[in-house]
């Protein structure tokens, strides 16, 4: 048949967090090699959730970490200890090219922040920007290993950068809160 198309076998091999919504969030789990965003108020959980999910990626035999330039290691050693994900590597790192030299071995990071990453190499923050998306999502194609950023807003709510970022990732997530709900800790993922 001309019109029957080849998928190829990486799309059957979704990675699962062991959380049904986040997974139903992702089409049925993390695409490997894939990249996506989340951005959020500050205080709004985004380490927490980050932490969450590679939690329940580790409980399901995933090698994955947590690479910070916004808090202290001690810090995310806390918050990691507070929501019982113990089994999560945690690191101050924020050089790009390092970073992406770790993704060999993992199958998924979450870099936090976006806006924190830097280059052993000059340039302005336009080229950084341009040069840290191009190597970690390249990276994540070549090893299979899912990249998230953490981005910053501003405090009008607007993405912190230029859009480089979103427009080169598969998926922008953004979390908020729910003003009307009984639960202070509710909140709504887009």
């Known amino acids: 048949d001309v019109y029957k198309r080849q998928i190829p076998d990486i799309f059957n091999r979704r990675m699962k967090t062991g959380i049904s919504r986040i997974d139903s969030l992702f089409d049925e789990g993390i695409l490997p090699g894939s990249a996506f965003t989340l951005t959020a108020k500050a205080g709004c959980g985004k380490t927490t959730l980050m932490l969450q999910i590679l939690n329940g990626m580790s409980k399901n035999g995933y090698n994955?970490?947590?690479?910070?330039?916004?808090?202290?290691?001690?810090?995310?050693?806390?918050?990691?200890?507070?929501?019982?994900?113990?089994?999560?590597?945690?690191?101050?790192?924020?050089?790009?090219?390092?970073?992406?030299?770790?993704?060999?071995?993992?199958?998924?990071?979450?870099?936090?922040?976006?806006?924190?990453?830097?280059?052993?190499?000059?340039?302005?923050?336009?080229?950084?920007?341009?040069?840290?998306?191009?190597?970690?999502?390249?990276?994540?194609?070549?090893?299979?290993?899912?990249?998230?950023?953490?981005?910053?807003?501003?405090?009008?709510?607007?993405?912190?950068?230029?859009?480089?970022?979103?427009?080169?990732?598969?998926?922008?997530?953004?979390?908020a809160t729910i003003s009307d709900a009984d639960d202070d800790a509710a909140r709504v993922i887009y």
């Open 64 to 175: 994955v970490g947590y690479f910070s330039g916004e808090e202290s290691i001690y810090q995310l050693a806390y918050t990691a200890n507070r929501i019982g994900a113990e089994e999560v590597k945690i690191a101050n790192m924020t050089d790009i090219d390092e970073i992406a030299s770790y993704m060999q071995d993992l199958d998924l990071i979450i870099i936090d922040s976006f806006q924190a990453l830097t280059s052993k190499f000059k340039m302005n923050s336009r080229q950084l920007e341009k040069h840290a998306v191009q190597t970690l999502t390249n990276a994540a194609k070549l090893s299979e290993c899912t990249v998230g950023f953490v981005m910053h807003l501003t405090k009008s709510g607007d993405l912190k950068g230029g859009t480089i970022v979103p427009h080169t990732v598969d998926a922008n997530l953004k979390i």
